[in-house]
Every structure is written in structure tokens, then in C-alpha cells.
């Protein structure tokens, strides 16, 4: 069975400093999707940054970036220049592709960018 | 606004009464999921239709029903209602079959059960 993982439950940065949110996993499947979501204080869940298990890139969007580590089974994300706006519930989430797809997140690091 | 349409955005209802949240997908987007995001549980998954037809099941409750209409538009109808079902309901969407390219979500629907 899949899982997820997110040791962090809560992070705090400086405005305009850099941070890390880790996020690990545990499957057995050699190709998957990986993603990460941002929930602000609206609620409102947006797609951040999603990644490929086949491609060893590391994805980028803007200030947001990935280093994923496939034989550590480690997904974390680096943001940037944080900015106030970027405090929110980041979610990470797997998603297996073989057969019957299954999609999975963890319980979320809760961040806060202090001015 | 992500094109996921949700309604109504906040709902105040009494045990044992029943609801129906609505939401509507992003245009183009063939399937349409839902998930429930309580305090202690994070976010569940209980159901994916894709094209009106019903393609995963997750943790929903048998109290719990929905259905993806002819144009696209789905229904979620929440029954018997308990205090436990208090809770934000999102509704996603995505073109294919399943999320490979990330969920967009609505806005959610806020469930109060008093």
C-alpha cells in the first residue's frame, strides 16, 4: 500500500527567505505522479508544482521547486523569496498510475511567512 | 477562480436533515470528484465520476450519495445528517479519467451540522 508522509507539521520562514517542506513516500510502483497543493487561509486548494517519476528533472514553477529524490522516496518542496501570501496548508500527494489509479495525500505542513 | 463551480458555499443545517451540495467542473473537464476535509481527518476522497459514470469509490458513507448529470454537473446529497458530518466539501475536477495532471478544485462548500 501507498503512503505519504509529511514530518513537519508546522514550519515558519522569514519574508523574502528560502524553505524547505519535506515530504516522503513508500510504494513499490516504478512510475507515479507527485504533487504538491497549497490551501490558503480561503480554503481554496491550487495545484502548486506536480512532478513525474520517469523524468529525473526536478520540476520548477515560478519560486516553487522540487528536489525528488526517486530512490529515497523523497518529494520536498523550496520555495523562494517566500512571500506573506505564500502562508498556507501545503499538501503532498502521490498518485499511482498502474491499473486503478489511487491518490493520496499527506496530512499536510502548515506555513507561516513572517514579515 | 479555478472554473470549478461550488454550491451553496456555506450551509447550516440540523441532525437528521438532508442536503444537496452542487458543483459544476471546469470547462472541459469530463470528471468530477469529491472529498471531504474535516479538522482531525485531512482530506478524504469519496467519489470520482467520470462522464456520468461512476469510476472510484472511497471512505463515502452509505448516508452519502452522488451522481454526475448529462451535462457534467454533479450532486453530492448528504442524508440523515450528524454532527460529524460537519465538515468543507470540495469538489475537483480534471479532463481525463483521472487526475494526471493535478486536481482543480472549487472553492468548497462549508457543512455545518448543529
Known amino acids: 500500500a501507498q503512503t505519504v508522509t509529511q514530518s513537519q507539521p508546522e514550519m515558519s520562514v522569514q519574508e523574502a527567505e528560502t524553505v524547505t517542506l519535506s515530504c516522503t513516500y513508500d510504494t513499490s510502483e516504478s512510475n507515479y505522479y507527485l504533487f504538491w497543493y497549497k490551501q490558503p487561509p480561503s480554503r481554496q486548494m491550487i495545484l502548486v508544482i506536480r512532478q513525474e517519476a520517469y523524468k529525473q528533472q526536478n520540476a520548477t514553477e515560478n519560486r516553487f521547486s522540487v528536489n525528488f529524490q526517486k530512490a529515497a522516496k523523497s518529494f520536498s518542496l523550496k520555495i523562494s523569496d517566500s512571500q506573506l501570501g505564500d502562508t498556507a496548508m501545503y499538501f503532498c500527494?502521490?498518485?499511482?498510475?498502474?491499473?486503478?489509479?489511487?491518490?493520496?495525500f499527506g496530512t499536510g505542513t502548515r506555513l507561516k511567512v513572517l514579515a | 477562480d479555478s472554473g470549478v463551480t461550488q454550491t451553496p458555499k456555506h450551509l447550516i443545517t440540523a441532525t437528521g436533515q438532508r442536503v444537496t451540495l452542487r458543483c459544476s467542473p471546469r470547462?472541459?473537464?469530463?470528471?468530477v470528484y469529491w472529498y471531504q476535509q474535516s479538522l482531525d481527518q485531512g482530506l478524504q476522497f469519496l467519489i470520482h465520476y467520470y462522464n456520468g459514470e461512476e469510476r472510484a469509490k472511497g471512505n463515502i458513507l452509505e448516508r452519502f450519495s452522488a451522481q454526475q448529470f448529462p451535462d457534467l454537473h454533479s450532486e453530492l446529497n448528504l442524508s440523515s445528517l450528524e454532527l460529524g458530518d460537519s465538515a468543507l466539501y470540495f469538489c475537483?475536477?480534471?479532463?481525463?479519467?483521472?487526475?494526471?495532471?493535478?486536481?482543480?478544485f472549487g472553492s468548497g462548500t462549508r457543512l455545518t451540522v448543529v
Open positions: 470547462s472541459g473537464d469530463l470528471s
Open positions: 500527494a502521490f498518485m499511482k498510475v498502474s491499473g486503478t489509479y489511487k491518490y493520496i
Open positions: 475537483a475536477s480534471s479532463e481525463r479519467e483521472g487526475p494526471y495532471y493535478g486536481y482543480t
